[in-house]
């Protein structure tokens, strides 16, 4: 399940679990969804329940950020990816971030994305599944109660906007359909595949300069030279000794700021225009997407993914037709480059198209991770 030295925790009995619930998520159903399915399951596992039923956008986020949280065992989040990112960041933004992101969290799907929730189901070693029967799995892990690390990365956009994000960062293809195909959202699942149909149709180019910093240069027999503002880190959040005062938040090790060059042992990639991007740190994109086969959740690893201008539209079908088994790669497409990362950075030219981190739209501008 996951490289050795990982270690897992398991939560106690009884358990008592706050479910932040988004009813909107998705085709609507979360909360019978949860009822039906989810709540019959945690009773026969000791697990007692409070559900908090969002009732507008930024709901969760202030309520984790501003709330004890000692009197719950694990925060569960019942909806699509873009609650749990509103939790994530909530907890970040809290003085003791430290502790509050040891709280166990977890997820439960019940929008039309459940990225993170189809990756877990991936990485347990259950069979491809969605929809109840996704919901199923998920909930019987959370019954059994093991949890374990996962890797977070911090991004920072040009505007000063600072983001945790536990999925993944994208402009251009893959962040149209996201959000173009939000009108759809009563389709569940099969929006996305109308909006990838419709944005083949408007193919578009985006113009901009991509960098990063290869996982090879650090594991390397003999790294890159490093400054020594720049201490290696395992993957986890730094916590550079004594640097900061307690409570602030953690420091950008591999990053320089946004106005400056990046570093000399970085890759500058040579093309300027791309189709997409996109920075993922979980196996999946969507239920139906495998995109990086090889992700697990505690790694250390940003799997970063472009596809260069001048491909077909037959050629960009064919790469989403594999990418539902993983097999995208096996194409062998020219235009598609894949390479593992502790770092990147995107320089659009123009702000053109829609940047979306955790399928959260942003504005377009400069961003680094």
């Not at 009995?13 to 479910?19: D, G, K, S």
């Not at 990112?85 to 907890?91: A, I, M, P, Y």
């Amino acid at each position: 399940l996951s490289p050795p030295g990982d270690s897992y925790g398991v939560l106690p009995r009884p358990c008592h679990a706050l479910v932040l619930l988004n009813p909107q998520s998705g085709s609507g159903r979360a909360l019978d969804d949860f009822q039906a399915v989810v709540q019959p399951m945690l009773a026969e596992a000791d697990i007692a329940t409070t559900v908090f039923v969002t009732e507008r956008p930024h709901h969760a986020h202030e309520k984790v950020r501003d709330e004890d949280l000692s009197q719950w065992d694990t925060l569960v989040v019942m909806s699509g990816d873009g609650l749990l990112f509103e939790v994530v960041n909530g907890l970040m933004e809290r003085p003791d971030w430290k502790e509050a992101m040891k709280k166990p969290l977890c997820i439960l799907p019940g929008g039309s994305g459940n990225a993170l929730a189809a990756s877990i189901n991936y990485y347990a070693g259950y069979d491809h599944v969605a929809k109840k029967k996704l919901l199923t799995n998920c909930a019987f892990i959370l019954c059994k109660g093991l949890h374990t690390q996962m890797d977070l990365v911090s991004l920072s956009t040009a505007s000063g906007k600072r983001f945790f994000s536990f999925l993944g960062f994208g402009w251009g293809f893959i962040s149209d359909v996201d959000i173009d195909s939000e009108k759809y959202r009563w389709l569940g699942s099969a929006r996305f595949t109308l909006g990838t149909l419709q944005c083949l149709a408007k193919l578009r180019v985006y113009q901009g300069r991509l960098s990063y910093l290869p996982l090879a240069a650090e594991q390397g027999s003999s790294p890159a030279p490093r400054g020594p503002q720049a201490p290696v880190t395992n993957g986890h959040l730094p916590q550079p000794a004594g640097t900061e005062a307690p409570g602030s938040p953690p420091h950008d090790s591999l990053l320089v700021p946004l106005g400056q060059p990046v570093p000399a042992h970085w890759t500058v990639v040579p093309e300027e225009e791309f189709v997409l991007v996109y920075a993922i740190y979980q196996s999946h994109l969507g239920t139906n997407l495998l995109m990086a086969p090889a992700a697990r959740l505690h790694d250390g690893c940003i799997h970063l993914f472009y596809m260069k201008a001048g491909i077909s539209r037959v050629t960009l079908l064919k790469l989403f037709l594999a990418m539902s088994r993983g097999t995208h790669l096996d194409l062998n497409c020219p235009h598609l480059c894949y390479v593992p990362v502790r770092a990147f950075r995107l320089e659009p030219r123009v702000a053109a198209g829609i940047m979306t981190v955790d399928g959260e739209a942003l504005a377009c501008e400069p961003v680094q991770g």
